[in-house]
């Protein structure tokens, strides 16, 4: 798994737990390959869209040479799924159904 930074999120997420959030997702910011495990996510409001979107950009932001790959999102069958479906965020982000087609080898 070299350069390769997995953020594993579960259960819920939503605006009580976004400080949370944001601390799992803070390693990626740097990794040359970030990927965002939703797959055991309940339930996810816009404030973890939100948070997407930050990390996209702060990850774009220290990479001024292009050096870092695209987020990966992996989402299954997940709740999560259908959220980044009505939200348009699968125009976004490359999404996944698991770890091994986001380009993890186990």
């Given at each position: 798994m070299d350069g390769i930074v997995i953020a594993r999120l579960d259960g819920e997420i939503d605006v009580n737990s976004k400080a949370e959030l944001r601390a799992k997702l803070e390693p990626l910011i740097s990794a040359k390959i970030a990927i965002v495990d939703l797959r055991e996510v309940t339930y996810m409001d816009s404030s973890a869209l939100t948070e997407l979107l930050l990390l996209r950009?702060?990850?774009?932001?220290?990479?001024?040479?292009?050096?870092?790959?695209?987020?990966?999102?992996?989402v299954g069958n997940s709740p999560a799924r259908r959220v980044l479906e009505l939200s348009g965020f699968d125009k976004v982000f490359p999404i996944y159904e698991t770890l091994e087609e986001a380009g993890v080898h186990t």
């Open positions: 950009r702060k990850r774009d932001g220290s990479d001024p040479d292009g050096n870092l790959q695209a987020m990966r999102l992996v």
